[in-house]
């Protein structure tokens, strides 16, 4: 093709005539309640994620019909938003009934590439579910869940995403008084746990089953028409879930809030509240503030996801088998995948962060004794696996520009040495090639708390710049990107201590 000839691009969708796809809007009550959003004065766009619009098939420029439509002002045409109900498990507690007390779903369309996706509105007003609350969301943790959502796509990891984050002047009180803001968010499906548990706590096993029916025909459906369909898609979201928290663990992610009506049952990682990845490595470490007793910790988040597996598996038992005996054997079958999967997932990568070929059950001390190399030093997470792609093999010399960033430099030497060894073990090896996988698997940047705070901060004033900045910049997190070093370091001092909490 001649380099003169104009880039193609598939056709815009037509808002006025859009191929929708209303799969999960058919199933109507008692899933879900028609709401209609509530208008948001004076909306202006903070940032659009062109990218996304395009793998949509939408046109990246967004005309005043579509901004209004993202501020939850006019319906897509041709669709009826809603808002579904579910229960869960809150921080261990159980509440009967939840449901999207701020989220509304405003579209279902089929992509250039025939994907389904569906696309929600955060912050777009009360709905029956909001329990007495605004149902808005607020511009702090908008830009947070913006960034963050598209920050992990960018690292690999599976999650809903955001296509639009529109802000408005209108007063929302929280501990103080700020503005609001509304977030698209795109997913496969929003499905969660806690949909499951709603019906099976009510009994209501005809719903529960045309709600998993449902589940299975649109995103398992390798797995229609066999006898043991609710066993085997059961078995893949367990092993969903163990990939997905594996992923977390891997890249010092904490979510804040594993509570069951926050996870998926596609292995997404759903609902940004008070997240937070690590700075300086702390095992027990607690992102949200609200989590007064570590429920959460970064350590504890295995568990968890596997306790939330257990409780899903529990309420979707009577389809498992006629009698509740060979249900609950089936159940605790598919629940012990769990930590074989996870076991090996994280594991494996722990290996490739290390730029080990291959991964021996004697690793386990070497990368142990590494995170207690960062935890003493209070060391950077971030920052700390980067720089090993530094090391040589080849070499016994001390490792210059990455002993620094330890406080027991003798006890790090004394690693290295170890570390050395190891990789002088695999056969060819190639410090060059090493190094290359070693920064695919480690990357350079993440949304650091201090960074969404600036952001934050400058939006709250009208400059949107730096929004836009980290976008563009946490695109690419595995990239040096030399001009954009400063974003790579840890914080300052006065901004390592910023409290999230579940308003975050």
């Given at each position: ?14 808002l006025a005539d ?11 009550a ?5 709401v ?8 202006r ?6 990218a ?7 046109d ?23 808002a ?20 509304l779903l ?13 696309l ?9 579910y909001?329990r007495g ?6 511009l702090r943790?908008s830009?947070?869940e ?16 955001c296509?639009s984050?529109?802000?408005?002047p ?11 803001a509304v ?16 019906f099976?706590?009510r009994?209501?096993?005809g ?5 998993a ?22 078995g ?11 992923q977390w ?33 702390r ?7 609200s ?26 038992s009577?389809l ?29 990568g ?7 070929r ?6 386990a ?13 209070r ?26 960033e ?12 170890d570390?050395r ?13 090493r190094?290359?996988?070693?920064n ?12 969404a ?9 009208g400059?949107y710049s ?5 976008a ?6 595995y ?6 070093e400063?974003y790579?370091?840890e ?8 409290e ?5």
């Open positions: 093709m001649s380099a003169m000839m104009p880039r193609a691009f598939p056709q815009p969708l037509s859009p191929p929708l796809s209303p799969v999960y809007a058919r199933l109507g008692p899933f879900h309640q028609p209609t959003a509530t208008p948001l004065p004076e909306p766009m903070v940032h659009f994620n062109a996304l619009a395009g793998e949509l098939g939408f990246p420029d967004v005309g005043p019909q579509f901004l209004e439509i993202l501020a939850g002002n006019r319906p897509w045409p041709g669709y009826a938003s809603s579904s109900v579910y229960a869960g498990h809150q921080f261990g507690a159980w509440v009967p009934q939840l449901g999207d007390g701020r989220a405003i579209a279902e369309v089929r992509t250039p590439a025939k994907e389904r996706v569906e929600q509105l955060k912050g777009a007003g009360p709905t029956p909001s609350l605004d149902g808005r969301a607020v943790s830009i947070r913006y960034l963050a959502s598209e920050a992990m796509h960018a690292l690999g990891v599976p999650t809903t995403r296509l984050l529109v802000a408005s209108q007063p929302v009180v929280r501990e103080t008084v700020e503005s609001a977030v698209c968010r795109t997913a496969a499906s929003f499905m969660r746990f806690g949909q499951f548990e709603y099976a706590a009994g209501q096993l719903p529960m089953a045309r709600l029916d449902h589940v299975i025909a649109e995103h398992f459906p390798h797995l229609q028409g066999r006898p043991d369909r609710y066993a085997a898609w059961l893949e979201v367990v092993e969903r879930t163990a990939r997905l928290i594996a663990q891997l890249l010092g992610f904490c979510h804040g809030v594993m509570n069951t009506d926050n996870f998926s049952v596609l292995g997404l990682t759903l609902d940004y509240g008070p997240f937070g990845f690590m700075d300086r490595f095992q027990y470490h607690v992102c949200n503030h989590d007064y007793e570590g429920r959460y910790a970064y350590s504890a988040q295995p568990e968890i996801g596997r306790w939330n597996c257990e409780r899903l598996l529990r309420a979707v009577p498992l088998a006629d009698g509740p005996n060979q249900a609950a054997e089936i159940g605790q079958d598919l629940a012990a995948r769990y930590a074989h999967v996870y076991h090996r997932s994280v594991m494996r722990w290996a490739d962060k290390l730029g080990l291959d991964f021996r059950e004697t690793d001390k070497l990368i142990d004794e590494f995170l207690g190399l960062l935890q003493r030093s060391g950077d997470f971030t920052r700390g696996f980067r720089l090993l792609s530094r090391i040589r093999a080849g070499s016994d010399a001390p490792a210059k520009g990455v002993r620094e330890f406080a027991d430099i003798k006890a790090f030497d004394a690693w290295v040495a570390y060894g190891r990789l002088r073990s695999e056969r060819n090896v190639d410090d060059e090639a190094a290359g996988r070693m695919r698997v480690n990357p350079k940047y993440v949304l650091r708390n201090h960074l705070q600036i952001a934050i901060d400058k939006a709250m004033l400059d730096e929004v836009a900045k980290l563009e910049l946490l695109r690419r997190p990239d040096e990107q030399p001009d954009m400063a790579a370091a914080p300052p001092d006065y901004m390592r201590n910023i999230v909490s579940c308003s975050s």
